[in-house]
């Protein structure tokens, strides 16, 4: 009875060791996940000699692109070129600005750039790099790690030291400040040095994809495109009249709604408000019978609609502060509808 008891057991351990091993469940179910930002506020295994210096530049603003990189903001992309010259001592650089910006680097020759952290409100770039020098962006909007969203200074225990202290291990050596568009970082460049930059990446390698021109190019391609065509006298005389023809209607006199002529244009077409339109880049657009509501943020722009024979505009816009106030509008069936409030930052 023992014997046949072994020969059952050897023959069980002979089957198991012949059958094919099961597959792990687990290992069958996993794929890659995408994680577009840093996790955490840091470098990682960045290894920086005691003769790197935090060099470090904000408290201005971009010269205005005609594409976009992002769509909360409701405004076009911005440049800040940078010109950096540290010869003698490598570099890392911190820079920051409020609204979504492209920060295009050149140096001379004999710097070195070892990292570049970038902070913003708004979505934040950085172009002209070598391939594979590390970036660290972090904004607002795009649920960055790390808490600041501006530089302005690099003050002994402001925010942005303390975030130096924590990229870096060490102070901000210095803090230049964006004027026109443009920074010089480090030493002063003589007039005539020659510059370098890298073509790795290119400003348009960040432009939103299937998305309008922004700003006035994007009102001109509108325009070549027949979607839109600039409003004439004779647009706003027909407004005036059907103004007064609907409210006769009522029996009530027709409400103070001046139409302007200002960059002003008809909506022939299905449209969507290019980003930018804030400010002196507003417009004033005239919705043709039929033709559907712009999409989009139109910014500070006003929108006479032949359909409902409303003007609606922004509350942040100089039409909408009118409105408020009671200087236009008086009698209307509807005040304002807020389309966006606008940037909150003067001189956005």
């Known amino acids: ?21 099961l597959d792990n469940p687990i290992n069958d ?36 692109l005609d594409f976009v990189i992002e769509q909360k903001s409701g405004n076009a992309a911005k440049k800040i070129d940078v010109a950096v010259n540290s010869i003698d001592k490598p570099v ?39 391939a594979g020098t590390p970036v660290l962006a972090s904004s607002h909007d795009e649920g960055g790690p790390c808490e600041l969203t501006a530089l302005t200074n690099n003050k002994t225990g402001s925010n942005e030291d303390k975030q130096a202290q ?16 443009k920074v010089s970082i480090g030493a002063p460049i003589a007039y005539g040095v020659s510059l370098v930059t890298s073509n790795a990446t290119p400003l348009e390698s960040f432009r939103e994809p299937n998305t309008p021109l922004a700003g006035s190019a994007g009102l001109e391609q509108a325009l070549k495109e027949n979607i839109l065509r600039k409003a ?6 027909e407004w005036t009249r059907l103004l007064k023809q609907k409210y006769a209607q009522m029996h009530k006199k027709p409400p103070d709604i001046p139409p302007y002529l200002d960059n002003a244009f008809m909506v022939l077409k299905e449209f969507v408000c290019p980003a930018g339109l804030y400010g002196s880049h507003s417009a004033n657009f005239y919705v043709a019978k039929g033709v559907p509501y712009p999409k989009g943020d139109c910014g500070h722009s006003s929108i006479y609609d032949f359909n409902s024979m409303m003007l609606e505009c922004s509350a942040g816009s100089a039409c909408g502060e009118d409105i408020l106030n009671g200087r236009i509008g008086a009698g209307a069936m509807r005040r304002m509808t807020t389309i966006n409030s606008g940037p909150s930052k003067p001189g956005d």
């Not at 046949?4 to 094919?20: G, N």
């Open 92 to 130: 890392v650089l911190m820079l920051g600005t409020y609204n979504p910006t492209i920060w295009n680097i050149g140096w001379t020759p004999g710097t070195k750039i070892l990292a570049v952290s970038v902070f913003g409100y708004h979505k934040q770039r950085v172009s002209g790099l070598p």
């Open 29 to 64: 179910t996993l794929i890659p996940f995408p994680v577009e930002q840093p996790l955490s506020c840091s470098f990682g295994n960045l290894e920086l000699n005691d003769n790197v210096v935090v060099l470090a530049a904000g408290g201005g603003e971009g010269k205005e």
């Open 1 to 21: 009875m023992r014997k046949l008891l072994s020969s059952a057991a050897l023959l069980l351990i002979q089957a198991c060791t012949t059958e094919k091993p």
């Open 166 to 181: 924590q990229l870096f291990n060490r102070p901000i050596a210095g803090f230049s400040r964006v004027s026109r568009g």
């Open 232 to 237: 004439t006298l004779n647009d706003v005389a």
